[in-house]
């Protein structure tokens, strides 16, 4: 049983940081591989930042330095740290979990119900 809740979106300047958290309920023998994606209307949804079990993270070329993710199992957390934010990073943020090798091309099975984040 999987379920993701995601918080922190808002409007921002560009220049910007926000933190976006992922409040998790995962009842599974493994840690699952989770991760945040994004999507902007009309365009397809793609992957911001990923991390698995034991910390090791990967990162889309566009946010790679500027964006850090990060979890907490014992706190139940899934944290995105985006800094120097421009408009181009607007969307909706998705947390999302799964399992498997952990990277961006992960079959991610579960996910929550996003939340907006607008850069201007």
């Known amino acids: 049983h999987v379920q993701l809740v995601e918080s922190g979106g808002g409007s921002v300047q560009a220049g910007e940081s926000l933190t976006l958290a992922c409040a998790t309920v995962?009842?599974?023998?493994?840690?699952?591989?989770m991760a945040w994606f994004r999507q902007v209307s009309g365009r397809e949804r793609e992957g911001v930042a990923a991390?698995?079990?034991?910390?090791?993270?990967t990162y889309a070329d566009s946010v790679k330095g500027l964006f850090t993710i990060s979890r907490d199992d014992t706190k139940n957390t899934l944290t995105l740290q985006m800094t120097s934010l421009k408009p181009e990073d607007s969307g909706m943020y998705y947390c999302?979990?799964?399992?498997?090798?952990?990277?961006?091309?992960?079959?991610?099975?579960?996910w929550g119900q996003g939340t907006q984040v607008t850069v201007s």
């Open positions: 995962v009842e599974t023998i493994r840690r699952p591989c």
């Open positions: 999302t979990a799964g399992w498997g090798y952990c990277d961006l091309q992960t079959d991610f099975q579960y």
């Open positions: 991390i698995d079990g034991d910390g090791r993270s």
